[in-house]
């Protein structure tokens, strides 16, 4: 199994990005997927999920400005991020719910 994350970055604060989670080893389409976040110090919190039906679930923190999607012919899973904040600014990881595979993260940096 392999989740390979990208897309990450340095954006400022208010900008966007995109970040991309390429799954391999798993039946996707029936996979429940997840966007994980840990920041230096802090525990790693759920950001988003999205069923292998489409329905999807957010943190109150990012619900709004995020939004989760997935691609079943890709075997991906996306994460646009838009009207980013200093907060958001954290180690992201792709997760299969209910599963041990993660991906290795992908570093967003929010500047002020």
């Known amino acids: 199994v392999q989740l390979v994350e990208s897309g990450g970055g340095l954006v400022q604060a208010g900008g966007s990005l995109r970040l991309s989670c390429a799954a391999s080893?798993?039946?996707?389409?029936?996979?429940?997927m997840g966007w994980y976040r840990q920041a230096p110090g802090k525990q790693r919190e759920l950001v988003a999920r999205?069923?292998?039906?489409?329905?999807?679930n957010y943190a109150d923190s990012v619900r709004g400005r995020f939004t989760i999607s997935r691609d079943n012919t890709k075997n991906t899973m996306y994460l646009q991020m838009n009207s980013l904040k200093p907060d958001d600014t954290a180690v992201y990881y792709c997760?299969?719910?209910?599963?041990?595979?993660w991906g290795q993260g992908t570093q967003v940096t929010v500047s002020s």
């Open positions: 997760t299969k719910i209910g599963s041990d595979y």
């Open positions: 080893g798993i039946t996707f389409r029936f996979a429940a």
């Open positions: 999205i069923s292998s039906g489409g329905i999807t």
